[in-house]
T-cell receptor
C-alpha cells in the first residue's frame, strides 16, 4: 500500500526566510503527488500536484515542489516566507488503479512564520 | 469553480444519537470521499464511493456507514455517536483518475462534537 511521511509536525521560520517542508512517499507504481494547504477552520486547498512530465512543479502563492524518484521525495519549498503562509500543509499520494482516485495523506506540518 | 458543500460547519450531538453528515458536489465527479481529521493524525479515510450505490471501506470505517443514492450526494452516517467520534469531518470529490484532472476538491469541513 502507498504511504506518505512528513518529517516535522511543526516548522517555524522567520518572515523572508526559506520554507522547506519535507515529504517522502512509498509507492509500487508511478505516483500522483499533491500538496494541500489548510488555513484555520477551512477545508483543504490544492497548492500543487505532480502527475507526469516535468519533475519541478510550481503552484500557487509562490510554492514549488520537486519530484525525486530516486529519493522517493516531494519536498515543498518557497524562497521567502510571508506571514500569510502560516497554515497546516499536507502531502498526499494518489492510490489506486483504474477510476479510483483515493488520496492517502501524511500527518501534516504546521508552519509558523515569525515576524 | 468546483464546489463541495457540507451541510453543517458545526454540530453538537449526544452520545447514542444517529448522526447524518451530508455532502454535495456540483462537478459531476465519480469519486467522493469522507475523511476524518484529528490533530497529529492527519486525514484518515473513512469511506469512499466511486459510483452511485458503490462504496468501499477506508482505513477507519468502524462505527460509520455511508450512502450514495445520487451521483452528487454522499452521506456519512454515525450509527450511534460516541465521544471518540468527536472530530473534524471532511468531504471531498474527484474525477476519474487521469481524466480531466486528478486532484480532490474539499468541502469546508464539519466540526462534530459528541457530548
Amino acid at each position: 500500500a502507498q504511504s506518505v511521511t512528513q518529517l516535522g509536525s511543526h516548522v517555524s521560520v522567520s518572515e523572508g526566510a526559506l520554507v522547506l517542508l519535507r515529504c517522502n512517499y512509498s509507492s509500487s507504481v508511478p505516483p500522483y503527488l499533491f500538496w494541500y494547504v489548510q488555513y484555520p477552520n477551512q477545508g483543504l486547498q490544492l497548492l500543487l500536484k505532480y502527475t507526469t512530465g516535468a519533475t519541478l512543479v510550481k503552484g500557487i502563492n509562490g510554492f514549488e515542489a520537486e519530484f525525486k524518484k530516486s529519493e522517493t521525495s516531494f519536498h515543498l519549498t518557497k524562497p521567502s516566507a510571508h506571514m500569510s503562509d502560516a497554515a497546516e500543509y499536507f502531502c498526499a499520494v494518489s492510490e489506486g488503479g483504474g477510476a479510483t482516485n483515493k488520496l492517502i495523506f501524511g500527518t501534516g506540518t504546521l508552519l509558523a512564520v515569525q515576524p | 469553480d468546483v464546489k463541495v458543500t457540507q451541510s453543517s460547519r458545526y454540530l453538537v450531538k449526544r452520545t447514542g444519537e444517529k448522526v447524518f453528515l451530508e455532502c454535495v458536489q456540483d462537478m459531476d465527479h465519480e469519486n467522493m470521499f469522507w475523511y476524518r481529521q484529528d490533530p497529529g493524525l492527519g486525514l484518515r479515510l473513512i469511506y469512499f464511493s466511486y459510483d452511485v450505490k458503490m462504496k468501499e471501506k477506508g482505513d477507519i470505517p468502524e462505527g460509520y456507514s455511508v450512502s450514495r443514492e445520487k451521483k452528487e450526494r454522499f452521506s456519512l452516517i454515525l450509527e450511534s455517536a460516541s465521544t471518540n467520534q468527536t472530530s473534524m469531518y471532511l468531504c471531498a470529490s474527484s474525477p476519474v483518475r487521469g481524466e480531466g484532472g486528478t486532484e480532490a476538491f474539499f468541502g469546508q469541513g464539519t466540526r462534530l462534537t459528541v457530548v
